[in-house]
């Protein structure tokens, strides 16, 4: 069937993926639908309307749609340099404490719960790639669920929508509980008691210099991040034939490219974090707002099932397993809960959740981690799928 808005009208699709791309953002910040993510509003925003035949479906093989085509091409390889330009491992590693051991604690929790799942759970013909996608999310948040993705050639795959729609769900409910998880009182013996000291006014977020977004730091910026994804794109091909695989080497070596420049110039980049980070995420909702017009609601209903299923078993095992080893760890729940936050969501989620519990000292701790998964997720997720696959 023919859609309402042809696939030639490039303005036009443009100017819809960049409307439901704004109203999502939009909604999160003035918290229109609660809770709800701003990238659900997103993908909810665009699926219905290619549901509903305004717009042609993305999904669609025997269409082409050359804006969509253009978001796939482009936006995914130069948001992820910008997402990366604050991963500064050096500085991650000096200043997270005891929320870095949480957090390792948690990734191991989650590829072991990985295996679990992949062992209880059928998800089909393409199982192994969607096992490792689904543990690269919950290792760093959505960030590494494109970039793994994109490597593992799984976005074009039918289970990508449905699995995207179970993960931003279930990590919007997860989050929930970890807000209730210290007001748990059964809960209370598995930890050590909170730390009086994290509740000080961190004085280093006082002292951080404010690098406003300027016309020169985005021009900057995404010259930065265009030759760093062109550097791994134009790589890639070489060594894919080198080492005769058939994953997409691009976006692991773009992401390995981003986190070398972080670390060799951490000063220089610095100025140009808050800036690069903001253009990123907006690039990074336009291309889910892309994949939101995907989705195929008939394969959502049937697969989502088992990719719920192996979601929370994931989840659970490694909230079990960071609950068994706390105590002997000397976590209190605060560090717990707030790793497992940078686990499942990202720094976007696990700073603001330190503020909210009066956990001024592990603010900047709970971004520093978070980035941490953003830079391991991809290439841990990967992993997995290989060993499956």
Not at 57 to 73: I, L
Request: charged residues 10%; neutral net charge.
């Amino acid at each position: 069937m023919d859609s309402f808005i042809s696939p030639d009208s490039h303005f036009i699709l443009f100017f819809i993926v960049a409307g439901a791309a704004a109203f999502g953002i939009y909604s999160e910040h003035k918290k229109w639908f609660g809770k709800l993510s701003g990238i659900l509003v997103t993908m909810i925003s665009m699926s219905i309307l290619a549901m509903l035949g305004v717009l042609p479906v993305a999904s669609n093989p025997n269409v082409k749609v050359e804006v969509y085509d253009m978001v796939f091409t482009y936006f995914i390889p130069i948001s992820i340099p910008m997402l990366l330009f604050s991963s500064n491992l050096l500085k991650i590693v000096k200043e997270s404490g005891k929320l870095l051991l949480a957090y390792i604690i948690g990734a191991i929790g989650i590829v072991l719960g990985c295996f679990l799942a992949f062992s209880l759970i059928d998800l089909g013909p393409d199982e192994g790639n969607t096992a490792g996608v689904i543990a690269a999310t919950l290792i760093g948040g959505s960030v590494n669920f494109i970039a793994a993705a994109e490597s593992l050639n799984f976005s074009t795959n039918p289970m990508f929508t449905a699995t995207i729609a179970v993960d931003n769900l279930v990590s919007n409910l997860y989050t929930l509980f970890l807000f209730l998880t210290p007001s748990l009182m059964f809960l209370a013996r598995f930890f050590v008691k909170p730390k009086k000291e994290n509740e000080i006014e961190n004085t280093d977020q006082d002292k951080k210099e404010d690098y406003p977004i300027t016309m020169e730091r985005i021009a900057v910026s995404v010259f930065i991040a265009a030759f760093i994804a062109g550097a791994g794109t134009f790589i890639a091909p070489y060594l894919e034939r080198l080492i005769q695989t058939e994953i997409n080497l691009s976006i692991l070596l773009i992401t390995l490219f981003a986190v070398l420049a972080a670390n060799l110039f951490p000063k220089r980049l610095k100025a140009l974090e808050n800036t690069a980070f903001s253009v990123g995420i907006w690039m990074m909702y336009i291309f889910l707002a892309v994949i939101g017009a995907a989705t195929n609601v008939h394969q959502i209903f049937e697969i989502g099932p088992a990719i719920l299923g192996f979601y929370l078993t994931i989840m659970l095992f490694h909230f079990v397993f960071l609950l068994a080893l706390a105590k002997l760890f000397k976590l209190d729940v605060y560090e717990v809960v707030i790793s497992s936050a940078a686990n499942i969501m990202g720094p976007s989620v696990a700073a603001p959740m330190a503020a909210s519990m009066g956990q001024k000292k592990l603010i900047t701790p709970g971004i520093l981690v978070g980035i941490l998964g953003y830079i391991i997720g991809t290439f841990i997720g990967v992993s997995i799928a290989v060993f499956l696959s």
